[in-house]
């Protein structure tokens, strides 16, 4: 989010610096319309950079106690769910309810929902054998209601995380708009009017090249591009932080953040190959990105396979 925020900022300081100069703008419509645009852009920039700028911690905060929670009452529930069975001589109760035991902190949040889902329907089938074994209607009323708002929160938060990617999404479609005013509109208007108001001239150019070593101007031409988007577990479709995402042929390399999400700026226009790779997890197949003078930016999603026995939640 880092990149984005330097980027908004300095678009900011583009139209501060039209603002500044309002004799260079009077009576071009074109370009007076193009900045009312930069402008709404920016405001809706600014708008969802407040909305993501916070951790998604807060988001996955409910689902993680909640999912604490949940998997001590399956591992003591599926105990009571073997003395059942036991009791019967069911075999398959028997079984399901070992395995469910085994898998209390192994599994998926999914999987440990609809594993818990199964053991609240198999034990309220037997609730009138729980007191013998010094468990409660109450508790078992309890389990069920636990299950049932487990569901709920993940669902909620699978929702904030979609919401947070369509932002993301959004965000990246705004700058590359914006992007292209600059290149299209206020690029070539700066250079013609440098003779008329090299004041505006010299403080735009600045801005452009990124206020560092001086370049010639027509280097803000340059195509540059973005490659981002998410790596996600392909079971539950939650998104995976700290995975490793690289361009070898560049030696490049980032990580994804809380949201999954990683990002490679500044990109020349060519073809990238892009791969990752995370433990406790299948290396993916490797992708291609093209990143063309129309295409500037491109999104390239990693769906992630746990290896079988991997704690992944």
């Known amino acids: 989010m880092n990149t984005q925020i330097t980027k908004h900022q300095r678009y900011k300081s583009i139209i501060r610096v039209m603002d500044n100069h309002p004799e260079a703008l009077e009576g071009k419509t074109e370009i007076l319309n193009a900045k009312t645009l930069f402008i709404n852009k920016n405001t809706r920039i600014e708008e969802l950079i407040k909305e993501l700028?916070?951790?998604?911690?807060?988001?996955?905060?409910p689902k993680r106690e909640t999912q604490v929670i949940l998997r001590e009452k399956v591992k003591r529930m599926t105990g009571l769910g073997i003395l059942i069975a036991q009791k019967h001589n069911d075999l398959?109760?028997?079984?399901?309810?070992?395995?469910?035991?085994?898998?209390?902190?192994?599994?998926?949040?999914?999987?440990?929902?609809?594993?818990?889902?199964?053991?609240?329907?198999?034990?309220?089938?037997?609730?009138?054998?729980?007191?013998?074994?010094?468990f409660t209607a109450e508790e078992i009323a309890l389990f069920?209601?636990?299950?049932?708002?487990?569901?709920?929160?993940?669902?909620?938060?699978?929702?904030?995380?979609?919401d947070r990617k369509a932002g993301r999404i959004e965000l990246a479609s705004l700058f590359k708009d914006c992007n292209k005013i600059l290149k299209e509109n206020f690029d070539p208007f700066a250079i013609f009017v440098s003779e008329i108001y090299p004041e505006f001239y010299r403080e735009y150019s600045l801005l452009r090249v990124g206020g560092g070593?001086?370049?010639?101007?027509?280097?803000?031409?340059?195509?540059?591009?973005?490659?981002?988007?998410?790596?996600?577990?392909?079971?539950?479709?939650?998104?995976?932080?700290?995975?490793?995402?690289?361009i070898p042929d560049h030696n490049l390399i980032t990580e994804t953040d809380e949201d999954g999400f990683y990002l490679f700026s500044e990109l020349v226009t060519g073809t990238y190959r892009i791969t990752c790779s995370f433990q406790g997890y299948q290396v993916p197949v490797e992708q291609t990105a093209a990143l063309t003078a129309d295409a500037g930016t491109v999104d390239v999603d990693f769906g992630l396979v746990a290896v079988e026995g991997a704690n992944a939640a």
């Open 53 to 61: 700028v916070p951790p998604v911690s807060i988001v996955y905060g």
């Open 92 to 134: 398959k109760l028997l079984q399901t309810m070992k395995a469910y035991k085994a898998l209390a902190y192994k599994t998926t949040a999914y999987k440990l929902y609809q594993n818990a889902m199964q053991v609240a329907d198999a034990i309220e089938l037997f609730a009138e054998d729980a007191d013998g074994f010094g």
């Open 144 to 162: 069920r209601t636990v299950v049932t708002t487990y569901g709920t929160i993940l669902a909620e938060t699978g929702n904030q995380l979609n």
């Open 213 to 246: 070593r001086r370049k010639s101007y027509p280097a803000i031409d340059a195509e540059q591009g973005e490659i981002s988007g998410t790596a996600f577990d392909s079971n539950t479709n939650l998104p995976l932080a700290g995975v490793t995402v690289s």
